[in-house]
Every structure is written in structure tokens, then in C-alpha cells.
């Protein structure tokens, strides 16, 4: 589930992605409103805010019966001084999908966009159009690294590489592998790959970082991740071709090479490779 954060007048606010649908904490919208998150049962207990959530539900939830008796109830009893109505309730009730309640990391009560602009209308008219504007501005800095990507595959395609051997980190271009190297029978293609360009097998990398969590892969640069892509594909046709592993492991290896040091100078790598807050600033 993709997590992202926006910072609405000194407050962290959390948004993650659910099937394909953006929604927004409701619990981080209220951290710094008296009552905390005790304001939004206050909200759901109101009658508007059920006859919103249930037009909600029929216009995007094939599922929500608007007519079932679970949802004829709580219409009728919203807004009573003895109502009481939480998020899970109100799910586990109507099957609704507007608003749905997470617990562990990022938890907390989380609604659909729409849903969670009108309980910042409810909060605070101010508070709603902070919201809105920061919200926005996320969304046009992943539309923005959308179109870098389409363009860097459109690079990659045309195999479009520039060389700029001053703008090179020597750190990041693989070694040439010796003889010895070459000659060793590893033990999956994935391991000859990571020799390939990482000089190291995943074994040997473990034994050597200890102490960093993940494997080599996890803590690969962007041209690394791009490079061992392209070596996948040609691997595929040299043992199509029949090359014994020594012979495709050289080849891969001058390949791994010559396609890092023309990476690490494309400055489209380089904007890409910028994480999203970053890119419109």
C-alpha cells in the first residue's frame, strides 16, 4: 500500500493509496484540533454527514444497498443525542468502502478524499482549503515524476546513452572481473548477474554488510536497478544463444560497465532519481 505525507499547517497528514483511490487520514487531521479524534464520531454522528456518506456510497460502491435495513437505521437514528457512530461500525454495518479504519503503522481512521475534504469543511473552512492546496501540490509532483518516467523509458528504448567520464563515481562502476572470477560455477543466474555488476555474490555481500538490513538489491542506486534490468534481458538471449556462463559473464560484465558510466552522466537519471518532494521545488 503506497504511503505518502503532506504537511497541512504544521501537521504531518498521511495519504495512502487504495485500490487505486487516494485516502487521507482523518485521524492525522484532527491531531491539533481540540478533542483529537474523538471529533470525528462526533461528525459521523450527525445526520448530514451519514446522508453524504450514503449518496457517497451509491454513486461509488456497487455493493451499498441504500435501501438495507442496517443503513435505514442508522439514517434514522443520526443525529440523536444517544447515537453513537464509528468508522468501523458504519463499515461493518452497510459494507461501505469510503472510509475504512487501519491499525498497526500509518493507523488510524482514513477516508476517501472526497469524504475527507468534507470532514475538513466540518473542521474548519480555513483548515479544508490548506488541505486541498497541499494535497494538490502532491499530486502534481507524482504527475511530474509520472512524465520523467515515460520519458526515461522513451531513453532507455532508443538506448540513448551519454557519456560524461567526469560526472563519474568511480564507487558505483563494477570492476572488471578477473579469470578466476569468471570461471567460478555460480549458483543461480541471479547470483551471476550480481557478479556481474556488483562484483559479489549475494552471500559474499551478506558476509560483508552485516549490519545493513535487506540485500544488495534493497540498497542498489537507480542505474544499478536499470542496469541489472538490462543484463536480465540480455543474459536471456546469450543462453538462448548457448554461451557456456564464463563466456556470458565477461559479456555481461563489459556490458555492466559501459552502460554505468553512460548512466551515471544522463541528467535525466539524475532528475529521476530525485525523491518526489524534491522535483518541483
Known amino acids: 500500500m503506497k504511503s505518502r505525507t503532506i504537511n497541512v499547517k504544521g ?22 484540533f481540540d478533542g483529537g479524534s474523538a471529533l470525528i464520531e462526533q461528525w459521523l454522528k450527525n445526520k448530514d454527514t451519514v446522508l453524504f456518506l450514503g449518496v457517497w456510497e ?12 442496517e443503513f435505514e437505521g442508522i ?10 457512530l464509528s468508522a468501523k461500525k458504519w463499515i461493518d454495518a452497510t459494507g461501505a468502502i469510503g472510509l475504512y479504519a487501519k491499525a498497526g503503522r500509518y493507523g488510524g481512521t ?23 492546496k497541499e494535497f494538490q501540490r502532491l499530486k502534481d509532483k507524482e504527475a511530474s ?3 520523467l518516467e515515460w520519458s526515461f523509458q522513451r531513453t532507455l528504448s532508443k538506448v540513448n546513452y551519454k557519456t560524461h567520464t567526469d560526472a563519474i563515481k568511480e564507487r558505483l562502476i563494477p570492476s572488471r572481473l578477473t579469470k578466476a ?34 540485500n544488495m538489491r534493497d540498497v542498489a542506486t537507480l542505474e544499478q536497478l536499470v542496469v541489472l534490468s538490462n543484463l536480465e534481458s540480455i543474459n ?25 558510466q553512460s548512466l551515471l552522466g544522463n541528467r535525466m537519471v539524475k532528475k529521476l532519481a530525485k525523491p518526489v518532494e524534491t522535483l518541483n521545488e
Request: net charge negative.
Open 11 to 32: 501537521g504531518d497528514i498521511t495519504i495512502v493509496t487504495r485500490e487505486e483511490q487516494d485516502y487521507i487520514s482523518l485521524t492525522d487531521m484532527v491531531k491539533h
Open 58 to 69: 451509491q454513486l461509488n460502491n456497487p455493493g451499498f444497498n441504500s435501501n438495507s435495513p
Open 75 to 84: 439514517r434514522n437514528e443520526a443525529g440523536r443525542n444517544s447515537f453513537f
Open 110 to 132: 482514513y477516508g476517501h478524499r472526497d469524504i475527507a475534504f468534507e470532514f475538513g469543511s466540518w473542521l474548519s473552512p480555513e483548515f479544508k482549503l490548506y488541505l486541498i
Open 145 to 147: 515524476t509520472a512524465s
Open 181 to 214: 572470477q569468471t570461471g567460478i560455477i555460480y549458483a543461480s543466474e541471479a547470483d551471476l548477474l550480481n557478479v556481474a555488476l556488483f562484483g559479489l555474490t549475494a552471500v559474499q555481500w551478506r558476509q560483508a554488510n552485516t549490519d545493513v538490513p535487506g
Open 236 to 260: 536471456a538471449v546469450l543462453i538462448h544463444q548457448g554461451l557456456e556462463p564464463s563466456e556470458r559473464l565477461t559479456q555481461l560484465n563489459n556490458i555492466a560497465i559501459s552502460q554505468m
